[in-house]
């Protein structure tokens, strides 16, 4: 062990995983590099832990680094025990997790380390869209191995151990750990780098397994638990959620439980598991700010497709405005909105939208609208859906009548109540088609289990 703090390799699986389920893969793999007098260093199980076992029953596997064993360095046997556990888990159809405490590249082993570090890449590329890779940062995750880690679905990372980086925080040009760390959670988490930041391994390995029991095997794994939430419950107050659209989802969600992924990161949209009636839903939520940004869009971007490769229905609750303006974002914006509108349109699953406030411009258009392919979009009462909001539009329809009129306030009241009841009015859309159902904001919970049921999910 790196320090007397943390588990050892073989103590974090056995806390991961049902009791007594693990069964360990290659134990007597070691080394066969001899440079450097590699041939008098002892290196059990070549730094790294490998096997499957269960979680809640589920089939999983996993690999676990050995801080204790050079560092948990990878050589080229510790890479080549990590790909042939993916090899089986791609056969059994089963997750990959992976505990991560490692020094980065054996140096002593050169080439062959390097090539091992391109053997896990290419296996978990291979796997990407099959089964569900996780990663869980509980010591150094560096160089390559950060590399590798972000090459998997979802990363967790203990804030008072975990490190990841590229480059450490004193090799940045300008910086040094003191002025900036940027290796820790925090800093990784607000770059969009970690899902979950943990107080701690025992809260990794815990949220590991609630992410675990809620995912999908597999991209043919069907999914489905019992639960004894009612289905017809309501949710009494829930319009005043809708400023909180975390918040808003564990109250629709079975048990009040949403796992919500990148919580750190672009905080204008939300993204989270949960489940309605037993059934895994994906949801996507414009933020309390009510705009789209660059970051939101891919984050929103990359989670759609992978709920897409799985089979997961994705639910979002729309409530935008604009788009985030500034110059850095008048750089990036244009591209990312384009790329969130192809994950929504190209997505096959089953897609609901859910307007629960303001829905301008072609912002909405972007967040699951059904001109580009939602399957099924309610309203609640007392939405809005325009080209813009009402003031803004007055302001440049009757820009010269307005500035013409005795009283200029009154007369821009006046038009913007007029344009907002024949525009913006969420009937309005209804009265076209664009919107299928205006419903009550409590009912919203039970509105979207009849819409799973209706695409056949439990």
């Known amino acids: 062990m790196s320090n007397s703090a943390k588990m050892s390799a073989r103590q974090r699986i056995e ?11 290659g134990g007597l793999v070691t080394k066969r590099n001899t ?3 590699m041939q008098e260093k ?10 499957y076992g269960l979680i809640d029953s589920g089939l999983v596997y996993v690999y676990s680094q050995d801080a204790a064993a050079m560092n948990g360095s990878v050589g080229e046997m510790h890479a080549k025990k990590i790909a042939r556990l993916y090899e089986m888990a791609v056969k059994a159809g089963a997750p990959v997790i992976g505990l991560i405490d490692c020094a980065g590249v054996r140096v002593q082993e050169a080439v062959d380390a390097l090539a091992g570090f391109g053997e896990i890449y290419i296996s978990k590329v ?7 890779q996780i990663s869980a940062i509980l010591g150094s995750c560096g160089g390559g191995v950060a590399v590798s880690s972000l090459l998997g679905d979802f990363t967790f990372m203990d804030a008072q151990n975990g490190k990841m980086f590229v480059n450490s925080p004193n090799a940045i040009d300008g910086n040094s750990v003191e002025k900036c760390d940027t290796a820790d959670a925090a800093f990784q988490a607000e770059a969009g780098n970690v899902d979950f930041v943990c107080d701690g391994e025992a809260d990794v390995l815990a949220q590991i397994r609630s992410l675990v029991q809620i995912l999908p095997a597999n991209f043919e794994d069907l999914g489905g638990k019992d639960t004894e939430d009612d289905m017809n419950r309501i949710i009494p107050g829930f319009d005043g959620l809708v400023p909180d659209p975390a918040a808003a989802l564990a109250q629709i969600a079975d048990n009040q439980v949403f796992l919500e992924t990148k919580k750190q990161f672009a905080k204008d949209m939300v993204t989270g598991f949960m489940t309605l009636n037993g059934g895994t839903v994906g949801a996507v939520a414009n933020g309390g700010e009510a705009v789209l940004s660059t970051a939101g869009c891919k984050k929103a971007e990359k989670f759609i497709y992978f709920c897409d490769a799985f089979g997961i229905p994705v639910v979002t609750l729309t409530n935008v405005k604009c788009y985030a303006s500034s110059m ?13 509108t192809c994950a929504f349109a190209s997505a096959e699953v089953p897609k609901v939208n859910v307007i629960t406030g303001e829905a301008f411009g072609s912002a909405y258009v972007a967040m699951n609208s059904k001109h580009i392919g939602a399957d099924l979009v309610l309203a609640l009462e007392g939405a809005k859906v325009g080209v813009m909001d009402a003031k803004s539009a007055v302001q440049i329809m009757y820009e ?7 009283d200029t306030k009154a007369a821009l009241e006046e038009k913007t109540k007029e344009f907002d009841e024949m525009q913006c009015n969420v009937k309005m859309a209804a009265n076209r088609g664009y919107v299928d159902n205006i419903i009550e904001g409590p009912e919203i919970r039970k509105q979207l289990i009849y819409a799973m049921q209706m695409f056949g999910m439990r």
């Open 126 to 132: 291979k796997a990407s869209g099959v089964i569900p």
């Open 328 to 340: 850095e974002e008048e750089k990036t914006i244009g591209q990312a909105v384009a790329d969130l």
């Open 400 to 406: 010269d009548e307005i500035a013409k009129a005795s």
């Open 35 to 37: 440079d450097f007098n």
């Open 42 to 51: 002892s290196v059990p199980a070549d730094g790294v832990i490998t096997g």
């Open 15 to 25: 806390t991961l995983v049902d009791p007594n389920s693990f069964v360990e893969i």
